[in-house]
């Protein structure tokens, strides 16, 4: 069965970083569509980036561009998130999600077609 867990999240100020994790456990990873979502506050779920994890290609919000980069590491197992520059905007729960799809479907569509979420860690920044 396949689990993530996201860890790393916290309060950091405007212009911090940040860099969340997510543990991967039930498969092997090598060949999948992964990425890290978030729900803002009143707002719905929305992409940040994406890789495929075969190719190392990814896929980033326009929100987010310059200042976050999305990797891997197939030895252990993770996926990351390496948010810098952070703004008050970028306050939200963040989520790791993983599935097993063509590469032409591996973007923003992982939202909708993931099976496989992490529970979410939480990211505050205060201006």
């Known amino acids: 069965q396949v689990q993530l867990v996201e860890s790393g999240g916290g309060s950091v100020q405007t212009g911090g970083s940040l860099r969340l994790s997510c543990a991967a456990s039930?498969?092997?990873?090598?060949?999948?569509?992964m990425g890290w979502f978030r729900r803002a506050p009143g707002k719905e779920r929305e992409e940040v980036a994406i890789?495929?994890?075969?190719?190392?290609?990814?896929y980033y919000a326009d929100s987010v561009k310059g200042r976050f980069t999305i990797s891997q590491d197939n030895a252990k197992n993770t996926l990351y998130l390496q948010m810098n520059s952070v703004k008050p905007e970028d306050t939200a729960l963040y989520y790791c999600?993983?599935?097993?799809?063509?590469?032409?479907?591996?973007?923003?569509?992982?939202?909708?077609?993931?099976?496989?979420w992490g529970q979410g860690t939480q990211v505050t920044v205060s201006s």
């Open positions: 999600a993983a599935a097993r799809l063509p590469p032409a479907f591996c973007g923003a569509a992982l939202l909708q077609r993931a099976p496989y």
């Open positions: 039930g498969d092997t990873f090598s060949s999948y569509c």
């Open positions: 890789i495929l994890t075969a190719a190392g290609s990814t």
